[in-house]
């Protein structure tokens, strides 16, 4: 699939993840009454190739999303969360999904970052490029991964996505979870 800036954009198209077997696929269709099957992205867990590319959109976009979080929101101060972020990075990139081209495992699309016990589910992190980000395709993620409720450790800027119930617990950033 390639992706362009100009052009059609992906607002006439909805993402929604697919398991068969052990196969996993990121399914693209369009949101018109035929939902046409439009292109298939296969999942994989992450490899060492997928590393630098993940953590630095990890820690790119956590810049981005600390600047649209007032201060008082957060209960952790500002300073430890900065510093954090790139370790929690370094810690839990082993812990991602890659959304990948067919046959190409090096052309990402998106990305997942959770951690599931018996206990709890835990998201760190969603990455999806901003062509895609109307396409449903981090709640595709989410739902598949961590399902609708779950554990995340930094506020969001935005309201979490609808149905969802997310607790937010700034400990669980640490190397212990």
């Not at 980000?133 to 450790?153: D, F, I, N, Q, T």
Request: proline letters at 7%; glycine letters at 6%.
């Amino acid at each position: 699939m390639v992706l362009k800036r100009k052009g059609p954009t992906l607002k006439s198209f909805y993402a929604n993840v697919l398991e068969t077997g052990s196969l996993i696929t990121l399914e693209l269709r369009r949101r018109d009454s035929s939902g046409e099957l439009i292109d298939s992205l296969p999942i994989i867990r992450a490899k060492l190739e997928h590393r630098s590319f993940i953590i630095s959109t990890w820690v790119k976009s956590y810049q981005s999303q600390a600047r649209r979080i007032r201060y008082e929101s957060m209960p952790v101060p500002h300073d430890v969360y900065r510093d954090g972020e790139s370790l929690l990075a370094e810690l839990r990139w082993k812990d991602s999904h890659v959304v990948v081209s067919p046959g190409d495992e090096f052309t990402i699309h998106a990305w997942i970052c959770s951690y599931s016990t018996p206990g709890a589910k835990r998201l760190y992190h969603v990455y999806v490029p901003p062509l895609l980000r109307s396409s449903r395709v981090a709640k595709s993620l989410v739902e598949h991964y961590v399902g609708k409720e779950y554990l995340v450790g930094k506020p969001w800027p935005n309201a979490p996505p609808s149905g969802h119930v997310v607790h937010f617990d700034p400990y669980m950033n640490g190397a212990g979870h």
